[in-house]
């Protein structure tokens, strides 16, 4: 069974420092892995999503993504924060040619001037 | 293209009512999802559909029920309400050339009193 590890509830940056938020997931077969992005009283919206393509994927608003099998993670990074980017984040995967997803249980990203 | 639509926004139910949460989506996407969020828990799918007239369980299945009738539709029936109810809940749809990628409604908050 799939499963994602997303380490710290919340991290706190300062605007204008890297964002880096961690994603480890557990999948017996090739995954796709994806982020999403939920601001506050909205739904969610994909940031970027690995499908074995690149494995380094570059997303919407800065952010991208690093696939290394390996350690079996997909972290979240963004050069330089912004106010903007204050918001939750989850993890999520699904095996390839399967539509469910299967989230980790999110990091709130704080952002502080 | 309104995308992904989920009525009511907002709902307080008393233990043991029932109600239906309406989803509907525009892109004629052939697999929709419910899913449910909770503090600290992420998301977690409920139900999901591959098509019209074809329904499966997904992680937390119990105290709710599902139909896709059409390939638009896909409401969420609670039978008799329950305080451990009280959630977001959201909706998704997405394709088989979406490469899994689901596009999420804004969901409907519900309070079980």
């Known amino acids: 069974a799939q499963s994602v590890t997303q380490l710290g509830s919340h991290v706190s940056v300062s605007e204008g420092a890297l964002v880096l938020l961690r994603c480890n997931y557990s999948s017996s077969v090739p995954p796709y892995l994806f982020w999403y992005v939920q601001y506050p009283n909205q739904g969610l919206q994909l940031l970027l999503k690995?499908?074995?393509?690149?494995?380094l994927v570059k997303g919407i608003n800065g952010f991208e993504a690093e696939f290394k099998k390996s350690e079996t993670s997909f972290h979240l990074t963004k050069p330089s924060a912004h106010m903007s980017d204050a918001a939750e984040y989850f993890c999520?995967?699904?095996?390839?040619?399967?539509?469910?997803?299967?989230f980790g249980t999110g990091t709130r990203l704080l952002v502080s001037p | 293209n309104a995308g992904v639509t989920q009525t009511p926004k907002f709902q307080v139910l008393k233990t043991g009512q029932s109600m239906t949460l309406q989803c509907a989506q525009d892109?004629?996407?052939?697999?929709m999802s419910w899913y449910r969020q909770d503090p600290g828990m992420g998301l977690r799918l409920i139900h999901y559909?591959?098509?019209?007239?074809?329904?499966d369980q997904g992680e937390v299945p119990n105290g709710y029920n599902v139909s896709r009738s059409t390939t638009e539709d896909f409401p969420l029936r609670l039978l008799s309400a329950a305080p451990s109810q009280t959630s977001v809940y959201f909706c998704a749809s997405n394709n088989a050339g979406s490469g899994n990628t689901q596009y999420f409604g804004p969901g409907t908050r519900l309070t079980v009193l």
């Open positions: 559909s591959v098509g019209a007239g074809i329904t």
């Open positions: 892109m004629n996407h052939e697999y």
């Open positions: 690995y499908t074995s393509a690149a494995t």
């Open positions: 999520a995967v699904s095996p390839s040619g399967f539509q469910k997803l299967v």
